[in-house]
């Protein structure tokens, strides 16, 4: 679906590429991932990260979707639905994906039942996956480094 722009059509409702204030951008960046490392709970953590990561995703496909406003006031686009969304485009790495849905699991574990303390009482299944993500998370960040 295009729209117009003066005589030329374009597919993106804004630049792809934000190169005007891509170093505010990367700074926002680090000081919301800052503040998940300074909250002080794992619940909180965990929400704000579904927070933060679910902004990015929003900030994503509103980049490929011309009239991306209209499915967001949508009561069935849910995170979930972002996240296969853009699983089904395959412009992002799919490890990526993986993250994302998996940090959407455990916040929906402690937003949905105030039972859980800690990541710790979180369902077997999903720790499972976070441990195995976690793990390969801090691999990368170690030969970055």
């Not at 979180?122 to 960040?141: D, H």
Request: glycine share 2%; charged share 30%; with cysteine.
């Amino acid at each position: 679906m295009d729209s117009k722009k003066g005589n030329k059509k374009t597919v993106f409702t804004i630049s792809m590429f934000d190169f005007e204030n891509v170093e505010d951008n990367n700074s926002k960046s680090w000081k919301n991932f800052e503040r998940i490392l300074k909250t002080g709970d794992d619940r909180s953590k965990t929400i704000l990260a579904g927070i933060i990561i679910e902004h990015y995703l929003d900030r994503l496909l509103s980049l490929l979707f011309v009239d991306y406003k209209f499915l967001t006031e949508r009561s069935d686009f849910t995170y979930s639905f972002k996240i296969s969304l853009l699983k089904s485009l395959r412009i992002i790495p799919h490890s990526i994906i993986t993250m994302c849905d998996c940090v959407r699991k455990v916040r929906n574990e402690f937003a949905h039942n105030f039972e859980i303390e800690s990541i710790n009482n979180i369902s077997k299944r999903i720790k499972t996956k976070s441990t195995s993500f976690m793990q390969k998370t801090q691999n990368l960040i170690r030969t970055l480094n």
